[in-house]
Nanobody, 123 residues
């Protein structure tokens, strides 16, 4: 059983940056693809970005492309989400998720989820 804990959320002004972290435990982190999803108030949870187990493939939603970057550090069992040029519409709870090997954009295909971290971008 893999446990995921997100951190790094907070309040930031538009145009600012944040880096989210997701620490994994209870499994072999290096075989898991990791994804970031977000859920804004009153809306469904949507895909943000994901990275495959071997770092060879990443997928990123058009809405954040060029601003958000996913990376992983297998030695630290951690995946990161660097968010730059933040906009008020990026305000959401951000979740990380894990599944074996191959990254997908479909949240239903992920087996493990964290509890989320709140990101609020003020205008």
């Amino acid at each position: 059983q893999v446990q995921l804990v997100e951190s790094g959320g907070g309040l930031v002004q538009a145009g600012g940056s944040l880096r989210l972290s997701c620490a994994a435990s209870g499994g072999t982190f290096s075989i898991y693809a990791m994804g970031w999803f977000r859920q804004a108030p009153g809306k469904e949870r949507v895909f943000v970005t994901a990275i495959s187990w071997n770092d060879r493939n990443t997928y990123t939603a058009d809405s954040v492309k060029g601003r958000f970057t996913i990376s992983r550090d297998n030695a630290k069992n951690t995946v990161y989400l660097q968010m730059n040029s933040l906009k008020p519409e990026d305000t959401a709870v951000y979740y990380c998720a894990a599944r074996r090997y191959y990254a997908t954009t479909n949240g239903y295909e992920y087996d493990y989820w964290g509890h989320g971290t709140q990101v609020t971008v003020s205008s």
